[in-house]
């Protein structure tokens, strides 16, 4: 099951990356037509999304011991969503053998500063810098 998970997330980031590269190059981040900005269903999956992360990020404060690595995935997962969602997944799945238990992926709690966690977060805080160089 763990080479799946492996595979499985590997694809999501590959997808998330490409597609985000692909419209960041069709369109700035924050080109978005005020009439779609305040159309009553994007704003429901934009919270939708947010509420995910935000689930998804409860399950990393349990896994992770500090608050320095909580604090910087809870940023990375903000600025980059499933990207960032993906390469903390990844990040469990890779520290567990091929052959354990998908429970030991879900429950082992881990320690650290959470570095992933920070250097993504500084790669989307980079990332919404340049888009709001772009807008002028």
């Not at 005020?34 to 404060?61: D, K, N, S």
């Not at 250097?119 to 709001?132: E, F, K, P, R, Y």
């Amino acid at each position: 099951m763990i080479w799946f998970l492996r595979f499985l997330f590997t694809l999501v980031l590959v997808a998330m990356v490409v597609v985000t590269t692909w419209a960041g190059m069709q369109s700035p981040v924050f080109g978005v037509p005020e009439e779609m900005a305040a159309h009553p269903w994007f704003m429901v999956t934009l919270f939708e999304a947010y509420a995910g992360f935000l689930t998804f990020f409860v399950w990393v404060c349990y896994k992770q011991t500090s608050w320095a690595a909580r604090l910087g995935w809870l940023v990375a997962i903000l600025l980059l969503g499933n990207i960032a969602i993906a390469s903390y997944c990844l990040r469990e799945l890779f520290v567990v053998d091929r052959r354990a238990p998908v429970a030991d992926v879900l429950t082992a709690r881990r320690d650290g500063s959470g570095w992933l966690g920070w250097s993504l977060a500084l790669i989307g805080a980079i990332v919404i810098i340049a888009a709001t160089q772009n807008l002028g």
